[in-house]
């Protein structure tokens, strides 16, 4: 099922996640609807807080348009290892018609549950270590213009402001 994408500034987008205990077949069924809402979007990447469910639960699939879906479903993700710089163009389905360069780290390590329970352990680079990384934040609560300077931060609150009063 596609959920709505909350959008900035909503304030669920600023609350951290729970940890998931246990993989149940709702969490199964999160995952799911989390990747159809994703792949509908279409974006690269959801964090179950962007529908309004606080568990650590994200989706990734970096795949280009012609190659064949590859959908990481990570539960309770967590980096232990990080190394390098990367300073990226990033958007977000949570912040739609915005993006702007962010400073990350070039590769990660990151472990998290799969949906059958298991531990998963990926080491990235490139693309999906920023995708992790951007995933990861909302779970804390973070997006990815909590990144910039306060300056270009302040521009963007200020873009933000003006195009919500025009939809009024």
């Known amino acids: 099922m596609i959920r709505t994408i909350l959008t900035y500034p909503n304030p669920e987008l600023k609350k ?12 199964r ?11 509908d979007a279409p974006g690269i990447g959801l964090a179950a807080p962007q529908i309004g469910v606080h568990q650590a639960v994200i989706v990734i699939d970096i795949s280009g348009k012609n190659e064949p879906p590859e959908l990481i479903v990570a ?25 702007a360069n962010v400073k990350r780290h070039a590769r990660v390590t990151v472990k ?15 693309l999906l270590a920023i995708a992790f990384q951007h995933e990861i934040d909302h779970l804390e609560g973070r997006l990815f213009v909590d990144h910039l ?20």
């Open 16 to 27: 951290k996640s729970a940890p998931v205990s246990s993989i149940t077949d709702s969490i």
């Open 29 to 39: 069924q999160l995952a799911a609807d989390m990747a159809e809402t994703m792949y």
């Open 75 to 99: 539960v309770n993700p967590v980096i232990t290892h990080a190394e390098g710089d990367a300073f990226e163009e990033e958007g977000c389905l949570s912040v739609p018609s915005y993006a």
């Open 112 to 126: 998290a549950l799969d949906l059958s329970g298991a531990e998963q352990e990926w080491d990235a680079e490139g």
């Open 149 to 168: 300077s306060p300056l270009k931060r302040e521009i963007f609150q200020r873009k933000a402001r003006k195009a919500a009063e025009e939809k009024r």
